[in-house]
C-alpha cells in the first residue's frame, strides 16, 4: 500500500495496515507548519481508542490529552441552548482535546519502529493507492478527482488562552449568526 500524506491520518493509517502485516510506503507531501503549532483536535472514544491500539495515545504527554467532560452550547434565539455531560451518557469523557503536535510527534515515532512502514520520498507502485495529502491534495489534482466545495463564509483563529479560572473540562460554543465561538478546555 503507498499512502501519500504523512499527517495524522496517513501515519494512523500507516500504522494500523501495519498491523495487519501489510507493507506500506508512507510518502511524505507538503511542507510543515510554518512556527509554533497552536492547533488541536477533538477526537472522539473511537479515535482515542484506535490511537490506544496504535500504541500512541500512552506515549504522549499527559498534559497534551485534555478530557471535556460537559459541553455547553449557546444560540442566538432565547432558550436555544443545549448541554451535553459525560456522566449522564455513562462516559469517562465527551472526548479529548489533543495537542496536534505531541499526537503527531508520537505518530513519527511509532511508524519509525513500525516493522512494515517505510518511510518514502517518491511513490513507489503499488496495488492500493491512498490520498491522505488533505484538502489541497496535489496528488488528487493530478489525478483529475474534482469534488465541490461550498464556503462557510467564516474565516477561523486558532489561539491558546490562558484563563483567570479553571476551565473543569467544559466545553463552550456560542453560535450567532454569523459567528460562531468555541472556547476548548485544554490544560497545556
Known amino acids: 500500500v503507498c499512502i501519500r500524506g504523512a499527517g495524522a491520518v496517513g501515519m494512523s493509517l500507516a500504522l494500523a495496515l501495519s498491523r495487519q502485516g501489510l507493507r506500506v510506503?508512507?510518502?511524505?507531501?507538503?511542507?510543515?507548519?510554518?512556527?509554533?503549532?497552536?492547533?488541536?483536535?477533538?477526537?472522539?472514544?473511537g479515535a482515542r481508542d484506535l490511537l490506544r491500539v496504535l500504541k500512541v495515545w500512552e506515549a504522549m504527554p499527559a498534559d497534551a490529552l485534555t478530557p471535556v467532560h460537559d459541553m455547553r452550547v449557546q444560540g442566538d434565539a432565547p432558550g436555544a441552548a443545549l448541554?451535553?455531560?459525560?456522566?449522564?451518557?455513562?462516559?469517562?469523557?465527551?472526548?479529548?482535546?489533543?495537542?496536534?503536535?505531541?499526537?503527531?510527534?508520537a505518530l513519527r515515532a511509532a511508524v519509525r519502529f513500525a516493522p512494515h512502514v517505510q518511510l518514502m520520498n517518491d511513490a513507489p507502485p503499488a496495488a492500493l493507492r491512498v490520498l491522505a495529502e488533505g484538502k489541497d491534495s496535489a496528488s488528487r489534482a493530478a489525478l483529475g478527482v474534482r469534488f465541490e466545495r461550498h464556503a462557510y463564509g467564516q474565516r477561523a483563529v486558532a489561539a491558546r488562552l490562558v484563563a483567570s479560572q479553571p476551565h473543569e473540562g467544559i466545553a463552550r460554543q456560542w453560535f450567532r449568526a454569523p459567528d460562531v465561538l468555541a472556547l476548548l478546555p485544554f490544560d497545556r
Open 83 to 105: 448541554g451535553f455531560s459525560a456522566w449522564s451518557q455513562g462516559v469517562d469523557a465527551l472526548g479529548w482535546i489533543v495537542d496536534a503536535a505531541e499526537l503527531e510527534a
Open 25 to 45: 510506503a508512507l510518502v511524505a507531501s507538503g511542507d510543515a507548519p510554518a512556527g509554533p503549532d497552536v492547533r488541536t483536535y477533538a477526537l472522539n472514544a
